[in-house]
């Protein structure tokens, strides 16, 4: 079998790349071998490699140019650079963006560290939502009495949110 | 976190986390005024004005200085490259915070021996500190918000460096290379070229940085580390009995080369220090694997025109360097 990509050598390796579920596979003779070796490694960046996988990716909204407001970015440029220009970016971009992370990183939901400012804003929510939990199941079990106890301590919690105690949290 | 804490592993060199972060209010590197980047680093340092921690920026050092920073593990080239960036250290040089690579703050933390969880409280800290006198760009949703989408979420990179020679000499680390790529994390040479490492050096690190906690990822890495070594110390019991004498003879030759050579290129050098640390843990020789670390820095191109106080040809480095692991050795 001749090289894929002289066309004029006996091609010794095969070379199959998967980028999520496409596959590809190339013969190369070990010259082409060696300068594609030196290629990738003299030149490679994550840029490169995540604008071969952003650009083969299918855009959420294809038409419009999606531009950051904050900064002016693009999402072509993205695209390009694999870089982002500012945190506003993100938003920005939405859905796309949201497709390039589960991508990437086969999720799209963070549950790792969270600042301290916002720590004790989330154990808040996750109290109230279980006490709203412990509710529903209270109503649909008919017990009212204990209903009504859960019902004032979330409305004491909603309030204690809103009262204007000065900090965010926090230290 | 349920780490084995082996600072004396000789197998795992070093354990590093480092974690990306970025201020909510200034856009990211790419796009950043000169004022921004100033801005940056007056912001980092005043967060950690009550810690002891030294402020280097890149404009006030030479090329020399900041090579040897690189070469020292303290900061990427890429950060050496940029006369608007910084780097903060602490005193024991195991904490250090670039400002201004990729993202503003790349919050590193580097310890001996198999020590993730002791890395990422030292990172963990330092992260924290900053924290009380700043807002970071972060999403509920998708966590820290980094310049590259492949940091998203937690941020952190976590690796350990390995010495695999072991399965070097039985040309297995392609096998272990493989296998660890199913899990979702990374093996990379040190300084080499392709899949073979220069010193049979291999960096184990995690790809994934979103939708699993700091934890759970180094749990997974610290994990897979401890099977590596244990791999490891099952290539050199099988090395020592199918041949003790000729294992032995290698090693010894190849360090007798290494305490008497006159001219030594960095590339032998490589090869020759992972056989005089192979040697020195299968105790055929008396060296600490500090002595050996050490060396190992000393002997880089910045370090030594450093000690040397002047440019170097690549023939007087390689005298240099012969003559410093004689000295360091002997």
Known sequence: ?171 | MMEIVDPMNTIAQSSRVRLARNYADVPFPTRMSRQDSEKIIERTANALEKERYTLKRMADLGKNARGVLVEEHLISPELAAKDGAAVLLNEEKTVSIMVGEEDHLRVQAMLPGLQLGGAMELADRADRQIERAERFAFDPDWGYLTACPTNTGTGMRASVMLHLAGLAMLSQTGQVIHAVSQLGLTVRGLYGEGSEASGNLYQLSNQITLGRTEEEILRLLSDTAQQVIGRERAAREMLLQQGRAQLEDKLMRSFGVFTHARLMTTKEFMTRLSHARLAADLGFVKLSPQQLSQLMVKVQPATLERDAGRPLSQMERDELRAGIIRKTLA
Not at chain 1, 67 to 83: P, W
Not at chain 1, 141 to 166: C, H, M, N, Q, Y
């Open chain 1, 1 to 171: 079998m001749l090289c894929d990509e002289c066309g004029q050598n006996q091609a010794t390796i095969r070379i199959s790349t998967i980028i999520g579920e496409n596959k590809k596979e190339e013969n190369l003779c070990p010259q082409c071998l060696k300068k594609r070796n030196a290629q990738i490694l003299g030149g490679l960046k994550v840029g490169d490699l995540l604008s071969q996988l952003l650009g083969a990716q299918p855009q959420a909204e294809p038409k419009e140019t999606l531009r950051c407001d904050a900064c002016g970015q693009t999402y072509e440029e993205f695209q390009k650079s694999g870089r982002l220009g500012c945190a506003n970016c993100y938003a920005a971009f939405g859905d796309n963006m949201k497709k390039t992370l589960k991508s990437i990183h086969g999720h799209a939901h963070h549950v790792g560290k969270v600042p301290a400012y916002l720590e004790g804003e989330r154990l808040h929510r996750q109290q109230v939502d279980d006490l709203k939990r412990q509710m529903d199941q209270a109503v649909a079990a008919e017990d009212f009495e204990r209903a009504a106890v859960l019902r004032d301590r979330i409305r004491d919690l909603s309030t204690r949110e809103k009262a204007p105690d000065g900090k965010e949290g926090g230290a």
